[in-house]
């Protein structure tokens, strides 16, 4: 009769394969995000600013940039780019803004969060500075031009002829959950 | 439509008693079966098939479609065949000897690599047409669209043209109190327009949760992610209008969230624009108008069906939403009704509509209803008065 | 020794360790699932009937949809078959019982608290889970009803129920074997039960993960999937579907291995390429764990993904194909005839193998962005899912019921339930590929006029089909309560270990291991 492994030795390894394939699911989130910086899956672009280095500016090439504004859901404030399109270089730092305003009674507090269209450009849009890095106040009423400096990488694949940055802006007021949490009664 | 008069025999009888009328409905089969007769558009009605739709892209899609359905069905004919031949022709009645063979490792081998290359051939169409699909590059228009719950807002890129598109569809329609029209559940009050010939660029997202933009006649269909921009395009062939539905469960009003796309010539399309931003100028003209009870009134019902009707109800009774007749709102402060109305409720269906509606129509609305279903309160409010209100906060 | 009976009343079912009882008790608590998720399709078919809303208001519709679909896939499918297990593993490899008998008792008797969690939700305030069986969020989380709280603990019930029984089954697969039943001598059954227990172990904690993510972003402030505090609405689909895909497999591959086992004893004729078999089983559930982005073609994936879970996807037909040729070839110059197990596993290859064509054409990405979401997906599902797990289920008990109660059921009786089963199931399901290629969305409660008179007949089809199955608790009553006494093989000259013990099948058996030829 050939031995076969014992029940107690069967068991605790299919534990542990069970205890590391659930730690494993919140391993996806970190594993997605790392998936998503290389490759510009779902058109994350850089959450914290980007050194520039000594880029030189490739003049020879065009690319065309588009901005968008949305508000998410329960979010008041007017909010658009200055400027809606521009040519720029690549390699080349270019400065623009968004107008926010609060029209509501109270102070609140916003979070804007970038997503590239097409997500393939995604990587190569390098923001230098940006208001999505931090959370925005505004005062009841108050407006804001806030201020946006990016480059677009030489290395842009060459089909590529047009990037699209849209911002959604998020009402944050009362902490992540954006309108309010699941227990109220919908 | 005609046929459907026909209907409400099978509609009362399953609405009493749905789980034992299985024998009814099987009558009423025979019933519905005669009144086909009578249907003028039998190709739409027993529709089985995908439509080859207007496009480069939908036509390549279609052609894919029935390629690989086609393999599907030889693959069925030889092997079910085979299955069959021996059903029919191995049975023990008929006295067939079971032989015993149990494996080959040729035939089982051949049996691997034959779908394996049937595959490849499939793959090679499949993936040219998909990168051709994912080329969005050097688009003549961009159109923003996102999705709310449950409408869908399309905004030309540079052109400060925007707007909603409501479902219109009565709801005397959706509950069987008025016969249903053709479009039934496919209509919008504010379509979206595009010129044929031209590549239209959209870029989709989301206000809330999950929404898909989909047109099956253009073979587009994009998830509306919030947070998140996708971009798809299309290229129209032939001047029409064409209706598609969102495709990703959205919540309650998942099925009444139509999209209509209505394709035309380029010049129509650039008189519709030019139209459409004369409309911005004069809406802001009227922003500064007064207009009478009467006039707020009946424009504030008109908003009042297509905003607010499917929670408040068609007569202010309530439903998923509370009932507006004598509420603490519609009958409070004008104040802290128009604070509502512009700022929504948090963690509740009522939505902000101080983005959504215009001063005009935000005026109307509540004059509306703070003067309709009995409510009585006889105040009205003008644009102006929502303009200064949005203005001081 | 082994032969003392089973203790009486309540008691014996409440603490027993006895495999069969168990099994017993997953059939009958799943059979009950499988009737309140048919009601539940019928209420969604009635609405259905014709446009326009009659009957319920759409965000019970939503309910009945999500409802419908956990409770199918979590409460009937997945504990029909663990009851299998329970009843024929031990059987099938000469093993007195389960390895861990106590854990058997406690992972069945979990799961009728977790069903009973789940099904309150529906009297709750706001209304029971309306996001659908993939619960996506932030529909599941941000919008979702309060109840979405009790929604996430019966699943994590669910899970450790599965993963506990799962345990269970490996532990006694690879322990319990009769001297002389080497791996490549197992039945299919088992075979493809092992992996699908493997597969439940690797899953399982990703969907307790997935729920667990959604309790923190909804009670406890993180941003999982909220993109206002950096997540993604889109990681939970990837979390979802690496388990869902798996999940699909798990509730097809136990089927695999019934179908296996019947249609040789029918053909007269052992069953064509065993090792392959077993190897395909094996590279299905390998791949099922590489395709899960194919469920997501139109979230805007890079096209380097799209392509990748495409190839992917279609590769699964290579070993699928294998199997569905070899159970053809089995019958092929078999001696055959057509008992009430054999339709239905007949059935099976025949609807399965529709099921999978529309699945490869589902696989085609730039196809799919016109079947996705529609009623041609869900009418691949059910051809997979009804005629595969269901039918294969049904086959099943009419094999194995004869062993468990000792008595013959009424062939008359059998066929008639299969027949009225198979045109109530064509009825209902084939004319939604019809609907869903014309347009139909799915999970809508009302729809366009083009798509009324299919849907018409599809509910038809669904109250024939869901009727019948009342049909089936009939004649499975009867059975037990007398008819033809069952000799010990039954059939004739049935493969297996299980057909050397007498029926009905003793309390205990082979606690003196047999001998393996």
């Known amino acids: 009769?050939?031995?076969?492994?014992?029940?107690?030795?069967?068991?605790?390894?299919?534990?542990?394969?069970?205890?590391?394939?659930?730690?494993?699911?919140?391993?996806?989130?970190?594993?997605?995000?790392?998936?998503?910086?290389?490759?510009?899956?779902?058109?994350?672009?850089?959450?914290?600013?980007?050194?520039?280095?000594?880029?030189?500016?490739?003049?020879?090439r065009e690319v065309t940039v588009q901005f968008v504004a949305t508000n998410n859901d329960y979010m008041p404030w007017e909010f658009k780019p200055q400027v809606f399109k521009m040519k720029v270089h690549p390699g080349e730092e270019i400065e623009t803004t968004f107008y926010a305003k609060n029209p509501s009674a109270k102070s609140m507090m916003a979070q804007a969060i970038p997503s590239v269209s097409p997500s393939r450009a995604a990587s190569y849009f390098l923001k230098t500075e940006c208001f999505c890095f931090n959370q925005q106040q505004l005062a009841a009423g108050e407006a804001i031009d806030m201020p946006l400096k990016f480059i677009v990488d030489r290395d842009l694949p060459d089909n590529v002829s047009t990037i699209t940055l849209s911002y959604t802006l998020f009402d944050i007021t009362n902490g992540g959950a954006i309108a309010g949490n699941s227990l109220a009664i919908r | 439509m005609l046929f459907f008069s026909k209907r409400p025999t099978t509609k009362s009888l399953l609405s009493v008693k749905p789980f034992v009328v299985f024998p009814l409905l099987a009558m009423s089969f025979q019933a519905f079966a005669k009144s086909s007769e009578v249907v003028a558009d039998e190709a739409q009605r027993w529709g089985m098939n995908m439509p080859q739709g207007v496009t480069a892209t939908s036509n390549e899609i279609?052609?894919?479609?029935?390629?690989?359905?086609?393999?599907?069905?030889?693959?069925?004919?030889?092997?079910?065949?085979?299955?069959?031949?021996?059903?029919?022709?191995?049975?023990?009645?008929?006295?067939?000897?079971?032989?015993?063979?149990?494996?080959?490792?040729?035939?089982?081998l051949a049996w691997t690599i034959i779908p394996a290359i049937i595959l490849v051939a499939m793959a090679v169409p499949a993936t040219s047409t998909l990168i051709k699909i994912y080329d969005t590059s050097d688009a003549d228009i961009d159109i923003k669209v996102v999705g709310y719950q449950w409408k869908w807002q399309y905004e030309y890129l540079g052109e400060e043209v925007s707007f909603f598109s409501n479902l219109t569809t009565p709801q005397d329609e959706i509950y069987g109190r008025a016969p249903k029209g053709e479009h039934y559940l496919l209509e919008v009050d504010e379509p979206v327009v595009i010129p044929i010939n031209k590549k239209v660029r959209f870029l989709i997202t989301a206000n809330d949760v999950l929404h898909a933009w989909w047109v099956p006649a253009l073979a587009v269909k994009r998830d509306a992610i919030p947070g998140y921009i996708n971009d798809v395009w299309t290229v129209v062939d032939e001047p029409g209008i064409y209706r598609g539905q969102c495709a990703e469960l959205c919540g309650k009003a998942h099925g009444f969230m139509p999209i209509v796309v209505h394709a035309m010539e380029e010049v129509d399309y650039q008189q519709w624009l030019d139209?459409?931003?004369g409309e911005a100028e004069e809406l802001k003209l009227a922003m500064s108008q007064s207009f009478s009870m009467d006039e707020l009134y009946a424009r504030g019902e008109k908003v009042y069906q297509t905003n607010c009707v499917a929670c408040h109800g068609p007569v202010g009774a309530g439903g998923v939403g509370p009932s507006l007749i004598g509420s603490s709102i519609t009958t409070g402060p004008m104040n802290g009704h128009l604070s509502l109305m512009i700022n929504g409720v948090q963690g509740s269906a009522m939505q902000a509509f101080g983005e959504q509606l215009n001063n005009i129509d935000m005026a109307a609305v509540i004059t509306y209803k703070r003067n309709a279903w009995g409510n009585n309160m006889g105040d009205m409010l003008q644009p102006v008065d929502v303009l200064n209100h949005k203005r001081s906060l | 020794m082994g032969d003392h009976g089973p203790a009486q009343g309540f008691g014996r079912w409440l603490f027993t360790t006895n495999h069969k009882?168990?099994?017993?008790?997953?059939?009958?608590?799943?059979?009950?699932?499988?009737?309140?998720?048919?009601?539940?399709?019928?209420?969604?078919?009635?609405?259905?009937?014709?446009?326009?809303?009659?009957?319920?208001?759409?965000?019970?519709?939503?309910?009945?949809?999500?409802?419908?679909?956990?409770?199918?896939?979590?409460?009937?499918?997945?504990?029909?078959?663990?009851?299998?297990?329970?009843?024929?593993?031990?059987?099938?490899?000469?093993?007195?019982?389960?390895?861990?008998?106590?854990?058997?008792?406690?992972?069945?008797?979990?799961?009728?608290?977790?069903?009973?969690?789940?099904?309150?939700?529906?009297?709750?305030e706001g209304g029971g889970p309306n996001f659908g069986w993939t619960f996506y969020a932030p529909l599941s989380t941000t919008y979702a009803p309060p109840s979405v709280t009790y929604f996430i603990f019966a699943v994590h019930i669910m899970g450790a129920s599965s993963i506990m029984g799962s345990i269970n089954i490996i532990a006694t697969i690879l322990n319990m074997r009769a001297p002389g039943m080497t791996l490549m001598k197992m039945p299919l059954f088992v075979w493809t039960w092992l992996i699908t227990a493997y597969l439940l172990i690797a899953v399982m904690p990703v969907l307790a993960g997935c729920v667990t993510m959604m309790?923190?972003?909804?009670?406890?402030?993180?941003?999982?999937?909220?993109?206002?505090?950096?997540?993604?609405?889109?990681?939970?689909?990837?979390?979802?579907?690496?388990?869902?895909?798996?999940?699909?497999?798990i509730m097809i591959l136990p089927a695999f291995g019934i179908v296996s086992a019947i249609i040789p004893t029918f053909a007269r004729k052992p069953l064509f390429g065993y090792a392959s078999m077993v190897y395909?089983?094996?590279?299905?559930?390998?791949?099922?764990?590489?395709?899960?982005?194919?469920?997501?073609?139109?979230?805007?994936?890079?096209?380097?993904?799209?392509?990748?879970?495409?190839?992917?996807?279609?590769?699964?037909?290579?070993?699928?194909?294998?199997?569905?040729?070899?159970?053809?070839?089995?019958?092929?110059?078999?001696?055959?005839?057509?008992?009430?197990?054999?339709?239905?596993?007949?059935?099976?290859?025949?609807?399965?193998?529709?099921?999978?064509?529309?699945?490869?054409?589902?696989?085609?990405?730039?196809?799919?962005?016109?079947?996705?979401?529609?009623?041609?997906?869900?009418?691949?599902?059910?051809?997979?899912?009804?005629?595969?797990?269901?039918?294969?289920?049904?086959?099943?008990?009419?094999?194995?019921?004869?062993?468990?109660?000792?008595?013959?059921?009424?062939?008359?009786?059998?066929?008639?339930?299969?027949?009225?089963?198979?045109?109530?199931?064509?009825?209902?399901f084939f004319p939604m590929h019809f609907v869903g290629l014309a347009g139909m969305p799915r999970r809508i409660p009302d729809y366009a006029l083009q798509f009324a008179d299919f849907n018409?007949?599809?509910?038809?089809?669904?109250?024939?089909?869901?009727?019948?199955?009342?049909?089936?608790?009939?004649?499975?009553?009867?059975?037990?309560?007398?008819?033809?006494?069952?000799?010990?093989?039954?059939?004739?000259?049935?493969?297996?270990?299980?057909?050397?013990?007498?029926?009905?099948?003793?309390?205990?058996?082979?606690?003196?291991?047999?001998?393996?030829?």
């Not at chain 3, 093989?489 to 001998?515: D, K, M, Q, R």
Request: charged share 10%; aromatic share 18%.
């Open chain 3, 21 to 124: 009882d168990i099994g017993s008790m997953y059939l009958w608590f799943s059979f009950a699932m499988f009737l309140m998720g048919g009601v539940f399709a019928l209420v969604i078919r009635a609405e259905l009937f014709q446009p326009g809303l009659q009957l319920v208001e759409p965000e019970f519709f939503n309910q009945m949809t999500t409802m419908h679909g956990l409770v199918m896939v979590f409460g009937a499918v997945m504990p029909a078959f663990v009851g299998l297990a329970n009843w024929l593993i031990p059987m099938m490899v000469g093993a007195p019982d389960m390895a861990l008998p106590r854990m058997n008792n406690w992972s069945f008797w979990i799961l009728p608290f977790a069903f009973a969690l789940l099904t309150s939700t529906l009297f709750m």
């Open chain 1, 1 to 60: 009769m050939k031995s076969s492994p014992s029940i107690k030795g069967i068991v605790a390894r299919l534990l542990l394969v069970t205890v590391g394939m659930f730690g494993f699911g919140f391993a996806l989130v970190p594993l997605y995000d790392m998936f998503c910086d290389i490759t510009g899956l779902n058109g994350k672009t850089n959450a914290e600013a980007f050194i520039p280095l000594a880029e030189l500016i490739d003049t020879s």
């Open chain 3, 215 to 249: 309790l923190m972003d909804i009670h406890f402030g993180t941003s999982f999937f909220n993109a206002a505090g950096g997540g993604d609405p889109v990681l939970f689909q990837h979390v979802f579907w690496f388990f869902g895909h798996p999940e699909v497999y």
């Open chain 2, 275 to 277: 139209a459409k931003k």
């Open chain 2, 62 to 108: 279609y052609d894919l479609h029935m390629l690989i359905f086609m393999i599907c069905v030889w693959i069925g004919v030889v092997v079910f065949g085979v299955m069959f031949y021996s059903m029919i022709m191995h049975r023990k009645s008929s006295g067939a000897v079971p032989s015993k063979f149990h494996e080959s490792t040729i035939v089982e």
């Open chain 3, 280 to 428: 395909a089983t094996a590279s299905i559930a390998f791949l099922s764990f590489i395709v899960w982005a194919h469920h997501m073609f139109t979230v805007g994936m890079p096209i380097a993904g799209e392509l990748f879970f495409m190839y992917a996807t279609m590769l699964i037909a290579v070993p699928t194909g294998v199997k569905v040729f070899n159970w053809i070839t089995t019958m092929f110059r078999g001696s055959m005839t057509f008992e009430t197990p054999m339709l239905f596993s007949i059935a099976f290859v025949i609807l399965f193998t529709i099921g999978g064509f529309s699945g490869l054409m589902l696989a085609i990405a730039p196809a799919d962005f016109q079947y996705h979401d529609t009623y041609f997906v869900v009418a691949h599902f059910h051809y997979v899912l009804v005629p595969g797990a269901i039918f294969s289920i049904f086959a099943a008990v009419y094999y194995w019921l004869p062993k468990w109660c000792g008595n013959m059921y009424d062939e008359r009786l059998g066929k008639a339930h299969f027949w009225l089963s198979f045109i109530g199931l064509n009825v209902t």
């Open chain 3, 456 to 517: 018409q007949i599809a509910s038809m089809g669904a109250f024939l089909f869901g009727f019948s199955q009342v049909f089936f608790l009939f004649i499975v009553i009867k059975t037990i309560r007398g008819g033809k006494q069952a000799t010990e093989e039954v059939w004739e000259n049935p493969e297996g270990l299980e057909w050397t013990i007498p029926s009905p099948a003793p309390y205990h058996t082979f606690t003196t291991p047999p001998a393996i030829k």
